[in-house]
């Protein structure tokens, strides 16, 4: 199959090019220039409409029903930071066989203490919904450590996820892994060929991840300023990794409204399921974050990008919300209020996040690459919201939908 999209603008992941071809060819896409005499069998017109790589999800947690809604809403892949075996081998193998859901990647199970974060939310409804009544692996220590790592690798994991967490920044305590245990779980991961990500929500415990040896924290941190921001953005910078942003993720953990403008949005409300729908009313407890969490999350955004660190979107999306799909869409609306260009939102939904983990066949239009694609009514790189106005959607050459 051969789909011809004419005269669209194309914002191929890092820059915006207007009135171009793009070909797609089975599930690749491919110089737009088509021999002679090579039958193109649908043609689509792209005036007025801008094509985008498929978007990649960069914090996620993936359970049934998750990954075709991502799907309905452009984001192509997903990146799963934390799941138990029974749930993460159906999501897997789902992401493999079909054609109508997101594609996936997963650490697997999250490495913390006993006792500690995310084990304080594991209510008999989580696991449940992780289709476990076991909860997660824990490390004490080295050995544990070392153990866990072994045990990912046996499960197929992409990269590895640990928490520093101790839940101070929200008055509570929370058992951690020390400084010397992250370390020992870089040193496994790495040893694996693993990258590793922390899951952080303040500066001190960024910074205790930066000093193991992490390449990328899940979240942005939530109780720096204003004025404090320049100053760590500038010692994130040092150590040469990425961040996840996950503002969507620490407003809805505060409790701000602001993320239900989606349901008032009739381009999203359209496409989003019920179940969806629902989480905007839900309340969360027991989750570690500042009270100021967004407008320092958003400074802190502002800054590392000053700081030429790289911002990837991010959602931590999970069936009690944040949505999956749609919450990329707003975290896409909250990353330009927090002083980034669309373009630069843009990139950091894709090509930026597939360079950081290393999918290089996706996070770009350019010939060769996976046929993830997105196109949109009207042109995004101007107004970031226009990426909701979906009119298609290819994952791997497949359509998805039209209107």
């Known amino acids: 199959m051969r789909t011809l999209i004419r005269n669209v603008r194309v914002f191929d992941g890092e820059r915006t090019v207007t009135g171009a071809d793009v070909l797609i060819d089975g599930d690749r896409i491919a110089e737009p220039d088509a021999p002679a005499g090579v039958k193109v069998d649908v043609k689509v017109d792209g005036t007025g409409k801008t094509l985008l790589p498929g978007l990649i999800d960069a914090h996620a947690h993936a359970f049934d029903g998750d990954l075709a809604e991502a799907l309905r809403f452009g984001v192509t892949t997903e990146l799963d930071m934390n799941n138990l075996p029974p749930t993460l081998a159906v999501q897997r193998r789902l992401a493999a066989e079909r054609d109508d859901v997101a594609d996936l990647r997963s650490s697997g199970m999250v490495a913390t203490a006993p006792g500690g974060h995310p084990t304080q939310i594991m209510t008999e409804d989580v ?32 990269y590895l996820k640990i928490a520093v967490d101790d839940g101070a920044v929200s008055g509570m305590r929370l058992p951690v892994i020390s400084p010397e245990l992250a370390a020992v779980l870089v040193e496994a991961g790495h040893s694996a060929g693993l990258k590793v990500i922390a899951h952080t929500v303040t500066a001190r415990e960024a910074l205790i991840a930066l000093d193991a040896g992490v390449d990328g924290l899940a979240h942005l941190y939530t109780d720096v300023d204003e004025e404090g921001a320049e100053d760590m953005a500038a010692r994130v910078a040092a150590y040469d990794v990425f961040v996840a942003s996950t503002i969507t993720y620490v407003e809805a953990v505060s409790g701000d409204p602001y993320g239900a403008e989606l349901l008032r949005d009739p381009r999203v409300a359209a496409r ?8 905007f009313s839900r309340e969360f407890t027991g989750i570690p974050m500042h ?47 927090a002083g980034l260009t669309p373009e630069q939102a843009l990139s950091a ?36 919201t226009a990426t909701r106005a979906i009119a298609d959607v290819w994952r791997a050459g497949v359509r998805q939908s039209q209107g």
């Open 272 to 279: 989003m399921s019920e179940r969806s729908k629902a989480t």
């Open 127 to 158: 696991l449940r919904a992780f289709g476990s009544d076991t909860g997660l692996d824990t490390v004490a220590d080295a050995d544990q450590a070392k153990a866990f790592v072994a045990a990912r690798v046996d499960e197929g994991a992409d």
């Open 349 to 384: 939904a894709t090509s930026l996040t597939a360079r950081c983990f290393g999918l290089s066949d996706r996070g770009r239009i350019a010939p060769g690459l996976r046929a993830d694609l997105l196109l949109v009514d009207g042109d995004p790189t101007s107004d970031i």
């Open 291 to 337: 009270a100021q969490g967004v407008v320092n999350a958003s400074h802190a955004a502002s800054a590392l990008l000053r700081a030429g660190v790289p911002l990837l979107a991010g959602t931590d999306a999970t069936p009690f919300g944040p949505v999956h799909g749609a919450g990329l869409h707003h975290e896409l609306l909250m990353l330009t209020e």
